[in-house]
């Protein structure tokens, strides 16, 4: 489906959007009282419920009753499928694909393994939400779960717990989805630049301007994130894994010494800000040449690694092995049972004595 179908109707500024933005909150907020108040007993809808499914199958139209506000496309699908609203059903992992609005960008390699083994033993606890894909039926977009999903994925999972709720697929959707990770705090600056780079090279904006107006920004946030969009995105990875270090500002002051300096002696940059615990500051002046990244002599421990090997344990991320220069090489863990840890280091003794 091309962009523009998606995005139809859901362009305009939010004086002409709010009470579309409230009737879709209003349809969330209903969902949430149902599956809190009184789940409903299940009924399979292209996939398997999660709680006890009925044997004999009654006619779906006088037992789907009328939600407020919910779209004709929604209504239609409910009926076909005997869906009611709230309700938990499993869906094919297969069947879920990420919506073209997702907030998120970047997922942590590490975070999504630590969960995936997490759900592995103890299953999953909160179901996602989709929204039908009307054009392509039996096909689903995730509205809030993604990285939920990529868990599963992972841990070998066939289907997945879901809510299947009454939103668009357009660009409300997305601020519905930017405005809930900035309330979990969940959303970062690369995310936002990848993203409304991608929403103006593809014209659902006509400017940053209107970007900021739409999502209630200060057109000062919006430029300072395209300008980090220009970045590669190998880069903003780095950052991303220390997104507590690399906010707006210390990442824009990265994007402007790049434009200058490169890509290598920009991750040598972004090594030393880790090391030295720079502020953004003192990066600044490092971009305004009043101070050189390479000034003072790295203490030992903090020179940039040549190599770094992530170590996992049981699928989960405990610690890096780093290598430096052509005699050095440092092994760092964490998080490990006293038992592991000394069979461990039983291991580098017998490595080390071995001739």
Do not use: C
Request: charged letters at 30%; hydrophobic letters at 35%.
């Amino acid at each position: 489906m091309k962009p523009s179908q998606f995005a139809k109707g859901f362009q305009a500024r939010p004086d002409t959007t709010s009470s579309e933005k409230r009737t879709a909150l209003d349809r969330l907020n209903a969902i949430d009282g149902l599956v809190e108040d009184k789940p409903a007993a299940s009924r399979p809808v292209t996939g398997r419920s999660s709680q006890p499914s009925v044997e004999t199958r009654a006619p779906a139209e006088p037992s789907i009753e009328p939600v407020e506000n919910e779209s004709a496309a929604y209504r239609a699908w409910r009926v076909e499928h005997a869906y009611r609203s709230g309700q938990i059903i499993e869906l094919p992992l297969k069947a879920i694909k990420p919506s073209p609005f997702n907030p998120r960008h970047f997922y942590l390699k590490s975070s999504i393994a630590e969960l995936a083994v997490n759900l592995a033993k103890q299953g999953q606890q909160q179901a996602i939400h989709v929204i039908p894909d009307y054009a392509t039926p039996g096909s689903y977009y995730v509205s809030d779960g993604g990285r939920r999903v990529r868990a599963l994925k992972e841990a070998n999972k066939e289907t997945v717990k879901a809510i299947v709720v009454d939103l668009p697929i357009g660009i409300q959707s997305y601020k519905l989805g930017y405005d809930l990770n900035v309330q979990r705090d969940s959303q970062t600056v690369f995310d936002n630049a990848v993203v409304w780079k991608r929403f103006i090279e593809e014209k659902f904006f006509q400017s940053q301007r209107e970007l900021a107006d739409h999502l209630g920004l200060d057109e000062s946030t919006v430029a300072v994130a395209l300008s980090i969009a220009k970045l590669p995105e190998a880069i903003m990875q780095e950052m991303v894994a220390r997104s507590d270090r690399f906010g707006s500002n210390m990442a824009y002051q990265v994007g402007r010494y790049h434009g200058a300096r490169g890509t290598e002696a920009t991750l040598r940059l972004i090594n030393r800000i880790l090391a030295d615990d720079l502020s953004t500051r003192q990066v600044a002046d490092i971009v305004k040449g009043r101070s050189s990244a390479q000034e003072s002599p790295k203490p030992a421990g903090r020179q940039r690694y040549a190599q770094r090997l992530e170590i996992k344990l049981d699928g989960v991320a405990v610690g890096d092995l780093k290598s430096y220069g052509d005699d050095r090489i440092e092994l760092r863990l964490k998080g490990l049972s006293k038992e592991r840890r000394d069979d461990i280091l039983h291991q580098i003794e017998q490595i080390l004595q071995a001739k």
